[in-house]
């Protein structure tokens, strides 16, 4: 297990963000986290991160360090492409660098400044950044918004690749059901506030060689959208 | 754009000087004809009033002439010069680090922040008759008038900057693991960088108007004892000229210190 929170508690003045929720993430897990805006998932993650404490309850953090690819992009506005990626590393040679670079698609932006870029660019230049960081937890708030569906897949391969590699836990937020049958080992479907888990998904099939059209996803998937007309 | 060199990456500054030039636009001739109705109003009303009460544009532009021939010029501006440099650079090593502390620290900023409007609600007039009692009547007095009226804008821009830091930006770096050194390099620095801009544009066109000022009142040398001597002497139009250049040497400072600052971020201003 590298993070645990038990029975917290969320508030913000008088709004109870989250009361009595509980989850964990394991080692080298993808926990995919799917919920309606403003139901609590980006102060999920900052209670991860340590950004924000919990009114009440537990959390507890055994990794090293933690990444974080922000809601917003949170790039250094003074800073360019290159400079933005590789300040979190400074271990981190050039080329390594240039090929992360690469690999989200901006080379050629490398000394551009953030605000000469699309949202989409930036999106992916803190992708890179927080990808450059050493760390065994991966926190990822919406990271492939604002792409187009070519990138998209792109990007979730990326992402299935990096994982392969270092194995190490992400929690991802999104509002793609898609994304989150391809990428996780478990997905959470919360409800709005107070946030509880409604349903939890395991998905036992090896992400290299899943299928939108395998049968166990089309399932999931149509329990998640019922959800959701529901009114979760 | 696809053959990268690791030069490409900086090759954002050799633009930079590129970006800046552009920006200087060329005088219009909106502005050209607006100098000349001035002047010639100027010229009009000169004619109803003796040289005493107000010289005209010509007898002016005379005594400049002869300012600008004789040693005077650089000599005062150089005295003025050097007096204000020193209380500006006193106000900002101050400013700054009374500012940072007040923007670091809420204890310090509850205790210091009143002691700071207090100084700047003090009329300059007041520090002057005061400083004129103090280091009495030499160049010490007016560099201490321009260090007075300079500190308080230096401190409360600052901390304004603090202010407005974007916390969101703190966070990454918290995230990120960042350093003490580099959150204050990487982040906080450059986010007070605008206000320490706009601070320095105020307090040196202040502290012209101060330092001369101080110098006609307390000093018999530089460019404020240049209108003493000129007042004494009945020559309004050396008081016109020497205002004329005082009013450039002002204007122009401004502009050096925009300009230098403009240079450092000239492709980063572009909206966010
Ligand atoms: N710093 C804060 N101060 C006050 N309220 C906050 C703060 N941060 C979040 N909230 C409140 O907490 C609730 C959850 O916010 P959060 O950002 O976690 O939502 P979200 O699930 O990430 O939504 P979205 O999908 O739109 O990003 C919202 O109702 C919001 O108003
Ligand atoms: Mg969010």
Same mark, same amino acid.
């Given at each position: 297990?590298?993070?645990?929170?038990?029975?917290?508690?969320? &508030?913000?003045?008088?709004?109870?963000?989250?009361?009595?929720?509980?989850?964990?993430?394991?080692?080298?897990?993808?926990?995919?986290?799917?919920?309606?805006?403003?139901?609590?998932?980006?102060?999920?993650? &900052?209670?991860?991160?340590?950004?924000?404490?919990? !009114?009440?309850?537990?959390?507890? &953090?055994?990794?090293?360090?933690? !990444?974080?690819?922000?809601?917003?992009?949170?790039?250094?506005?003074?800073?360019?492409?290159?400079?933005?990626?590789?300040?979190?590393?400074?271990?981190? !040679?050039?080329?390594?660098?240039?090929?992360?670079?690469?690999?989200?698609?901006?080379?050629?932006?490398?000394?551009?400044?953030?605000?000469e870029l699309s949202g989409g660019m930036r999106q992916r230049c803190s992708l890179a950044r927080a990808f450059n960081f050493e760390a065994d937890l991966l926190l990822m708030d919406e990271p492939f918004k604002s792409l187009d569906y070519n990138l998209r897949i792109e990007m979730i391969s990326l992402l299935l690749k990096l994982w392969d590699s270092t194995r190490k836990a992400i929690v991802f937020v999104t509002h793609e059901i898609d994304e989150a049958l391809l990428l996780g080992d478990r997905i959470l479907l919360l409800s709005s506030r107070p946030t509880k888990i409604v349903k939890e998904f395991k998905i036992t099939a090896p992400k290299k060689c899943r299928k939108l059209?395998?049968?166990?996803?089309?399932?999931?998937? !149509?329990?998640?959208?019922?959800?959701?007309?529901?009114?979760? | 754009?696809?053959?990268?060199?690791?030069?490409?990456?900086?090759?954002? #500054?050799? /633009?930079? #000087?590129?970006?800046?030039?552009?920006?200087?636009?060329?005088?219009?001739?909106?502005?050209?004809?607006?100098?000349?109705?001035?002047?010639?109003?100027?010229?009009?009303?000169?004619?109803? *009033?003796?040289?005493?009460?107000?010289?005209?544009?010509?007898?002016?532009?005379?005594?400049?002439?002869?300012?600008?021939?004789?040693?005077?010029?650089?000599?005062?501006?150089?005295?003025?010069?050097?007096?204000?440099?020193?209380?500006?650079?006193?106000?900002?090593?101050?400013? =700054? %680090?009374?500012?940072?502390?007040?923007?670091?620290?809420?204890?310090?900023?509850?205790?210091?922040?009143?002691?700071?409007?207090?100084?700047?609600?003090?009329?300059?007039?007041? *520090?002057?008759?005061?400083?004129?009692?103090?280091?009495?009547?030499?160049?010490?007095?007016?560099?201490?008038?321009?260090?007075?009226?300079?500190?308080?804008?230096?401190?409360?821009?600052?901390?304004?900057?603090?202010?407005?830091?974007?916390?969101?930006? @703190?966070?990454?770096?918290?995230?990120? #693991?960042? =350093?003490?050194? #580099?959150? @204050?390099?990487?982040?906080?620095?450059?986010?007070?960088?605008? *206000?320490?801009?706009?601070?320095?544009?105020?307090?040196?066109?202040?502290?012209?108007?101060?330092?001369?000022?101080?110098? %006609?009142?307390?000093?018999?040398?530089?460019?404020?004892?240049?209108?003493?001597?000129?007042?004494?002497?009945?020559?309004?139009?050396?008081?016109?000229?020497?205002?004329?250049?005082?009013?450039?040497?002002?204007?122009?400072?401004?502009?050096?210190?925009?300009?230098?600052?403009?240079?450092?971020?000239?492709? /980063?201003?572009?909206?966010?």
């Amino acid at each position: 297990m590298i993070f645990n929170m038990a029975n917290v508690c969320k &508030n913000y003045g008088n709004t109870e963000v989250l009361s009595n929720f509980s989850t964990s993430v394991e080692m080298e897990e993808v926990v995919c986290i799917i919920g309606p805006s403003g139901c609590g998932k980006s102060t999920i993650l &900052n209670l991860i991160s340590g950004l924000a404490e919990p !009114s009440a309850g537990e959390v507890a &953090n055994y990794s090293t360090a933690i !990444s974080y690819v922000f809601q917003e992009d949170r790039l250094l506005p003074w800073r360019n492409v290159y400079e933005n990626i590789h300040i979190v590393n400074q271990n981190c !040679s050039t080329k390594a660098c240039l090929s992360l670079i690469k690999d989200v698609g901006l080379q050629g932006f490398e000394g551009y400044y953030p605000s000469e870029l699309s949202g989409g660019m930036r999106q992916r230049c803190s992708l890179a950044r927080a990808f450059n960081f050493e760390a065994d937890l991966l926190l990822m708030d919406e990271p492939f918004k604002s792409l187009d569906y070519n990138l998209r897949i792109e990007m979730i391969s990326l992402l299935l690749k990096l994982w392969d590699s270092t194995r190490k836990a992400i929690v991802f937020v999104t509002h793609e059901i898609d994304e989150a049958l391809l990428l996780g080992d478990r997905i959470l479907l919360l409800s709005s506030r107070p946030t509880k888990i409604v349903k939890e998904f395991k998905i036992t099939a090896p992400k290299k060689c899943r299928k939108l059209a395998d049968l166990q996803m089309v399932q999931i998937r !149509s329990e998640i959208i019922k959800s959701f007309q529901a009114g979760i | 754009m696809k053959n990268f060199t690791t030069n490409r990456i900086w090759s954002a #500054k050799s /633009k930079k #000087k590129l970006a800046w030039s552009g920006q200087q636009k060329p005088v219009k001739l909106e502005s050209i004809l607006l100098f000349a109705v001035i002047l010639l109003c100027w010229q009009g009303l000169s004619t109803f *009033y003796t040289p005493l009460v107000l010289p005209g544009p010509v007898l002016t532009f005379k005594s400049l002439m002869t300012i600008f021939q004789s040693d005077l010029l650089f000599s005062e501006t150089l005295i003025s010069f050097k007096r204000l440099m020193l209380g500006l650079m006193g106000a900002v090593l101050v400013g =700054s %680090v009374v500012g940072i502390i007040i923007g670091l620290n809420q204890r310090v900023r509850r205790l210091l922040e009143p002691l700071v409007y207090f100084v700047q609600s003090m009329p300059p007039i007041l *520090y002057i008759t005061l400083a004129m009692i103090w280091f009495g009547l030499n160049g010490q007095a007016t560099i201490f008038i321009v260090f007075v009226a300079s500190v308080p804008i230096m401190v409360v821009n600052i901390k304004e900057g603090f202010d407005n830091i974007d916390i969101k930006l @703190i966070q990454m770096g918290r995230v990120f #693991k960042f =350093s003490k050194t #580099k959150m @204050i390099r990487e982040i906080i620095l450059p986010s007070l960088k605008a *206000y320490f801009k706009s601070a320095l544009i105020i307090i040196i066109g202040l502290g012209w108007k101060v330092v001369v000022m101080g110098e %006609v009142l307390s000093a018999s040398t530089g460019l404020g004892s240049r209108i003493t001597d000129a007042r004494m002497n009945l020559q309004t139009d050396m008081v016109f000229a020497w205002g004329i250049i005082i009013i450039l040497l002002c204007y122009t400072s401004q502009k050096v210190i925009s300009a230098l600052f403009n240079l450092s971020t000239a492709r /980063k201003q572009y909206d966010l």
